[in-house]
T-cell receptor
């Protein structure tokens, strides 16, 4: 089944702990993205990567880190420096390299709750 | 990227057409109009996109005005499963391609 997988669907962590969210895609897409969504709000871009071994900060990168060692994988680490980490995290990917009008496809999301 | 304005919520009767408006008066010539929807607690789903011409696919139709300052997403025969938040986004793509999601329109399809 082709697509984007995020695991786990629900994640609980204690305050002060780092946590890594998984995102894998088998669509052979070059670009991958991480968004955060808070209740009743739209999505906000955390980080994105256009190609392997390269990534850029989005609008709310503070307290987060990413890596892009493989084309298929773009894990997001929520560090203890992120002041309000409880949120719904969405990963997306896009094909076509730097081409315009390419569509982003989203994974099912991970709901992170920090206790 | 240009900003969009959408109504906060809309209602539609099951089986009828749902027409969701979007204003994007500051859109520039190279920006596309995208529509996504998000069912509660799921990832957004791509619906359709367009540049100048009207577009249609198996899910919906997109009507873009001639001056490109507004558009309408049409779901021709709404079902209860179409209840979702619908996002209208404009983006130029290119090397800094990213989508900026607003709060969207909550469409409620009623039986």
């Amino acid at each position: 089944d082709g697509g984007i997988t995020q695991s786990p669907k629900y994640l609980f962590r204690k305050e002060g702990q780092n946590v890594t969210l998984s995102c894998e895609q088998n669509l052979n897409h070059d670009a991958m993205y991480w968004y955060r969504q808070d209740p009743g709000q739209g999505l906000r871009l955390i980080y994105y990567s256009q190609i392997v071994n390269d990534f850029q900060k989005g609008d709310i990168a503070e307290g987060y880190s990413v890596s892009r060692e493989k084309k298929e994988s773009f894990p997001l680490t929520v560090t203890s420096a992120q002041k309000n980490p409880t949120a719904f995290y969405l990963c997306a990917s896009r094909g076509g390299g730097l081409a315009t009008s390419d569509t982003q496809y989203f994974g099912p999301g991970t709901r992170l709750t920090v206790l | 990227d240009a900003k969009t304005t959408q109504p906060t919520s809309m209602d539609c009767a099951e089986g009828r057409a749902a027409n969701l408006p979007c204003n994007h008066s500051t859109i520039s010539g190279n920006e596309y109009v995208y529509w996504y929807r998000q069912i509660h607690s799921q990832g957004p789903q791509y619906i359709i996109h367009g540049l100048k011409n009207n577009e249609t696919n198996e899910m919906a139709s997109l009507i873009i005005t001639e001056d490109r300052k507004s558009s309408t997403l049409i779901l021709p025969h709404a079902t209860l499963r179409d209840t979702a938040v619908y996002y209208c986004i404009v983006s130029s793509g290119g090397s800094n391609y990213k989508l900026t999601f607003g709060k969207g329109t909550l469409l409620t399809v009623n039986p």
